[in-house]
């Protein structure tokens, strides 16, 4: 029964150091991303739109306006990335972690007006900066 207790403690731990459960999607259009091996010339075109749409406010290893982003997908899901690049709004009023992100960050993402297969092209690119 102790090891039971102390292994659910250190599940509910771990979740909440790490800021987001595996399970959690987030809001918006994206419901489930399959990964398989990295695309590199997804991550050429990610790293790309990244610089041009997300590097005023995001850095990898340091809080500038946004949070860094190194470790970014061993975090949160591609689900709830992906929503919350297309959906920062909705993500930010619905969904709890991004509203805590808000919270302590004290500034909005704005809306970057991505499709899908950029957000998409963005993730890959954050994989590979883990």
């Given at each position: 029964m102790k090891i039971t207790l102390l292994i659910t403690f250190i599940t509910v731990l771990l979740i909440s150091i790490s800021g987001?459960?595996?399970?959690?999607?987030?809001?918006?259009?994206?419901?489930?991303?399959?990964?398989?091996?990295?695309?590199?010339?997804?991550?050429?075109?990610?790293?790309?739109?990244?610089?041009?749409?997300?590097?005023?406010?995001?850095?990898?290893?340091?809080?500038?306006?946004?949070?860094?982003?190194?470790?970014?997908?061993?975090?949160?899901?591609?689900?709830?990335?992906?929503?919350?690049?297309?959906?920062?709004?909705?993500?930010?009023?619905?969904n709890k972690e991004a509203r805590e992100l808000f919270e302590k960050l004290k500034v909005r993402m704005a809306p970057q007006n991505m499709n899908e297969d950029e957000a998409r092209k963005i993730l890959e690119y954050l994989r590979t900066v883990n």
């Open positions: 987001c459960s595996k399970e959690d999607k987030g809001i918006g259009m994206i419901k489930e991303v399959k990964l398989g091996e990295i695309d590199k010339s997804m991550v050429t075109e990610g790293q790309a739109l990244f610089q041009k749409k997300c590097s005023t406010c995001h850095r990898m290893d340091e809080k500038l306006i946004g949070s860094a982003l190194r470790g970014i997908t061993k975090r949160r899901t591609p689900e709830w990335i992906m929503n919350m690049i297309l959906n920062p709004d909705g993500m930010i009023k619905e």
